[in-house]
């Protein structure tokens, strides 16, 4: 998609600190950090949101590689993981991300 802003973070066109990264998915740090630990995990395919996401073995490598970012981080027993879906949801960038936040307390319920 040639105007969504982590097709161009995929394709090296932006910037990031980049986390992580393999044939499918990458992982950078969120410019705007919300907690110690802030990282978005990203398939590289352009998908605008998990409820257009129909492939379960992308969506388990996403979940995966949050889990790991976190372990390695130092956060593996205490992080979030957060997905906005839609715009009421909270989503802001039309391409599927996974949220990994860790390094404080977290309140429940999320605003
Ligand atoms: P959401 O509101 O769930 O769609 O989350 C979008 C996230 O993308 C926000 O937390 C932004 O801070 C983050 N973000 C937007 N642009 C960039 C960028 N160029 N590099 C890293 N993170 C970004």
Redesign the pocket.
């Known amino acids: 998609m040639a105007e969504c802003?982590f097709c161009k973070?995929v394709a090296k066109e932006?910037p990031?600190r980049l986390v992580y990264e393999d044939d499918d998915i990458i992982a950078?740090?969120?410019?705007?950090a919300r907690a110690p630990l802030h990282v978005?995990v990203v398939p590289r395919r352009h998908v605008e949101r998990l409820s257009d996401l129909d492939d379960a073995a992308l969506a388990g490598k996403l979940a995966l590689a949050a889990a790991r970012i976190a372990r390695d981080a130092g956060h593996g027993d205490n992080f979030r993981l957060v997905v906005?879906n839609g715009a009421g949801a909270?989503?802001?960038?039309f391409h599927l991300?996974f949220?990994v936040l860790g390094g404080r307390q977290f309140t429940w319920p999320p605003g």
């Open positions: 802003i973070i932006l990031s950078f740090n969120d410019l705007n978005l906005n909270g989503q802001s960038v991300h949220h």
